[in-house]
């Protein structure tokens, strides 16, 4: 094969390689969505509600469960790191949320979950990614490119500018195609983590800071 005919063979390869890579930005760019609220989770089976706050660590603080809580976290509306992720639909807005308090760090659950061979009786098995990890939630650095921490921090926020009563902007994990959606806060006062909504659960975790009496029997 002469020089010339080499060269272009591989050139040709490479842009072959390069349209059939994921397209990535070098940076998302993302912006705050209304104001600062609380993050509070609320079952409606039991009819309780459990508030979230940091943990007062130096590197990576955990999110906690506690009866009460005035801290205030932040959604931040991000463009979309690549097209392994889903386009936005339905009203639904995707980015990465922070504590008012921990600027620069967002909310990272230890893993995503992606589905697994169903059971018999029509369960839905999940597997984590990395495999065999909890999910504890922690705050880190916010990522800005297409990485495993940003496929990890990558939220949702639905009914965000709702008018309709007793409608409070949720969140859950997203993450990349093909995650499963991971709805609903559990915790207590060491750790915390989103779970899969099971058949028996439609616990939702909200930005709001306060649930009223009136809206629990509602949401």
Not at 10 to 20: E, G, P, R, S
Not at 34 to 41: D, Y
Not at 120 to 145: L, S
Request: hydrophobic share 30%; glycine share 6%.
């Amino acid at each position: 094969m002469s020089s010339f005919r080499f060269f272009t063979f591989l050139a040709l390869a490479l842009v072959a390689t390069v349209l059939a890579s994921p397209v990535s930005k070098d940076s998302v760019s993302c912006k705050p969505i209304g104001h600062p609220t609380k993050l509070v989770n609320y079952n409606p089976e039991f009819r309780t509600s459990s508030f979230f706050k940091t943990a007062n660590s130096a590197k990576h603080p955990r999110l906690l469960a506690a009866n009460s809580s005035s801290e205030k976290f932040q959604f931040y509306h991000c463009s979309l790191p690549s097209d392994k992720y889903s386009k936005e639909k339905n009203g639904i807005m995707y980015g990465q949320l922070r504590s008012v308090k921990l600027p620069g760090l967002c909310m990272t659950p230890n893993n995503v979950n992606v589905e697994g061979p169903s059971t018999n009786d029509g369960w839905i098995n999940t597997e984590t990614v990395p495999p065999n990890t909890d999910g504890t939630i922690t705050f880190r650095k916010c990522a800005t490119t297409d990485t495993e921490v940003m496929r990890r921090q990558w939220l949702a926020l639905e009914n965000y500018g709702s008018k309709k009563p007793c409608s409070f902007p949720s969140i859950f994990q997203k993450g990349r195609k093909g995650d499963l959606e991971m709805l609903g806060l559990t915790g207590d006062s060491n750790s915390s983590s989103f779970y899969f909504p099971f058949k028996e659960s439609t616990s939702t975790a909200y930005l709001a800071d306060a649930l009223p009496a009136s809206c629990k029997g509602k949401l």
